[in-house]
């Protein structure tokens, strides 16, 4: 998920249309509409150039002098909004975002939220992403935002009646002033702690079935992106398998169990592994520097899964980077519970002799190594199936 400031979509409810909504909750959440944004960037493309285009020549509008007395006569009856907080991920100081399973575990990673306000019909007046806890100004700034400057085809206005988040509480003393002075019949109020301890307990038992579900729609895209592989269609199986990706990030974002998030953790990275591969099928197409990132980003997620090193391999030898090739297999076989994996043992020796290791076997493999000291050194901290078959010779 890319990071994201406020946006101005020209045609918003468009772009809402063609949002499926979430398999849990039946409707289009912001989660929802983040994920089409970064699974379709062609068309969040055309959104940002048609708004452009739309907001060309118009003055930027100044929310410190904004005469929002003026929106007396655009509030309607049993007309209501909300303005809520949300956690959205992990992103690096360069705005890269961070796998969830591994955010806790790294340095310089911050969180990012959402500042969303809604209206009873459903439509975002604004979306706002922010690195780390917004401060009060922060907060504020957004509230103007959402009534003087929402997100197209919106328009400036007020609601009767606005809830705002219990999150928000601690800016109250930045807050308070600028909504009681907004014009009657307007009326605001902070969450009840009641009414959030009930969004909360909502929000547990949705994500336990959004947990269960997500896992479901990631084995079904995988299944899906095997069936593409075995045909060679690369391009169906790397959507096939980036939908799955995407659904186990919906499940890790969801805190699910010590269980559960293994278990996501562990099909992501099969998930990759398997991109990997189908981005590894010959072809004008083939994308080994892509192959290559999930390979890594399989290896971080399980480092004991032995095909997220042999695509990092493959990938490697495909740039014509012979040396990291031999690494990744190397990095692979100095761990003990893949010490003895044979395959990924022939494989090295493949990689270390630039072909097939069988014209080598007996004397020939022991001299191959002895005639370059490099050769033994490289090998020297490998134990397992590698150390026996050399004892061997």
């Not at 150039?49 to 003026?70: I, M």
Request: aromatic share 6%.
């Amino acid at each position: 998920m890319m990071l994201l400031k406020h946006w101005k979509l020209a045609s918003w409810r468009e772009l809402l249309d063609k949002i499926p909504p979430n398999p849990v909750t039946g409707k289009v959440e912001m989660m929802d509409v983040l994920k089409f944004v970064e699974s379709h960037p062609d068309k969040m493309e055309k959104f940002m150039a048609q708004s452009a285009e739309s907001e060309r020549g118009k003055p930027k509008v100044d929310l410190a002098n904004y005469d929002y007395q003026a929106l007396a006569s655009t509030i309607v009856p049993s007309s209501f909004w909300v303005i809520q907080l949300t956690h959205v991920g992990f992103f690096d100081r360069n705005g890269n975002e961070v796998d969830p399973a591994q955010a806790h575990s790294s340095s310089g990673i911050e969180p990012a939220f959402m500042i969303y306000c809604y209206d009873e019909k459903n439509m975002y007046r604004l979306a706002e992403q922010c690195l780390g806890l917004p401060d009060s100004t922060r907060v504020l700034k957004s509230i103007k935002q959402a009534i003087a400057d929402p997100v197209p085809p919106l328009k400036p206005s007020l609601p009767l009646f606005l809830i705002v988040s219990i999150k928000f509480a601690a800016h109250a003393e930045v807050l308070k002033p600028f909504l009681d002075s907004l014009p009657a019949p307007f009326h605001w109020r902070f969450e009840t702690a009641q009414e959030a301890e009930i969004v909360d307990d909502g929000v547990h038992e949705l994500n336990k079935k959004g947990v269960k579900i997500g896992m479901e729609l990631a084995e079904k895209e995988k299944a899906s992106g095997n069936k593409a592989f075995a045909k060679k269609d690369r391009k169906a199986a790397i959507e096939a398998y980036s939908a799955a990706v995407g659904h186990t990030t919906d499940v890790l974002s969801q805190k699910p169990d010590i269980k559960e998030q293994e278990k996501a953790t562990k099909l992501r990275a099969v998930c990759l592994a398997n991109r990997a591969a189908a981005q590894l099928l010959p072809g004008d197409d083939m994308n080994a520097k892509s192959a290559l990132e999930d390979g890594k980003a399989a290896e971080t997620l399980d480092p004991s899964y032995a095909k997220a090193y042999a695509r990092q391999a493959a990938a490697s030898e495909a740039l014509g980077n012979i040396t990291e090739a031999q690494d990744a297999i190397a990095r692979a076989l100095r761990r003990k519970d893949l010490e003895n994996d044979s395959a990924l043992v022939d494989r090295f020796l493949s990689l270390l002799v630039g072909g097939d290791v069988a014209p080598l076997n007996g004397t020939a493999l022991r001299q191959w190594f002895e005639a370059d000291s490099s050769r033994k050194e490289r090998i020297k901290d490998i134990g397992g199936e590698l150390k026996r078959r050399l004892e061997a010779l």
